[in-house]
């Protein structure tokens, strides 16, 4: 099983709202990741998890949170996000950090009112 | 800035044609290119992971070669598909400790039948 899933596949929400963002897999990767990808731009790295701890932040604001509940499930959580954040998010996993495949997910849509 | 520049940003061909596209990217601090396939509203799909120099990878009708001294790597599809439709992304993950793909904008695919 090389599966990804990613819930909800689209979410829209206001600014004040709290939502949150799931990602899952059953591959005994140890690597999880979150990009950020907006209309005709390439994916953009977030956070790396490395073994349930945060290794890499890419200077994400605050409003985006994640966690690491344990080596299966990745979430995002959202927070007072701007209309600008609207973008599709995409979890990926990799048996390991470094050259490694990276498996992604299909994304989920997300829209900032 | 790394960079990862992709091009043609888009391509039509007819069915039965062989087509090719290329990523480029600085030649210093190479680690490794990853290749992916990207259908609408799928997961980004690993086609290729790439390390070495001279290096030729092959899937079915798709091949990829790799020239880490030049800075480039072409993908070629013989004998295009309507299934063939999709985004091609490359990635690349550079040395120096720090364990990120950066990915370029993509090739967007059109096979018409």
Partial sequence: DTEVTQTPKHLVMGMTNKKSLKCEQHMGHRAMYWYKQKAKKPPELMFVYSYEK??????VPSRFSPECPNSSLLNLHLHALQPEDSALYLCA??????ADTQYFGPGTRLTVL | ?????????????????????????????????????????????ALFVMTLNGDEKKKGRISATLNTKEGYSYLYIKGSQPEDSATYLCALMFSGGYNKLIFGAGTRLAVHP
């Fill in chain 1, 54 to 59: 945060l290794s890499i932040n890419e200077s």
């Fill in chain 1, 93 to 98: 996993s990799s048996s390991d950090i470094g």
């Fill in chain 2, 1 to 45: 800035i790394l960079n990862v520049e992709q091009s043609p940003q888009s391509l039509h061909v007819q069915e039965g044609d062989s087509t090719n596209f290329t990523c480029s990217f600085p030649s210093s601090n190479f680690y490794a290119l990853h290749w992916y396939r990207w259908e609408t509203a799928k997961s980004p799909e």
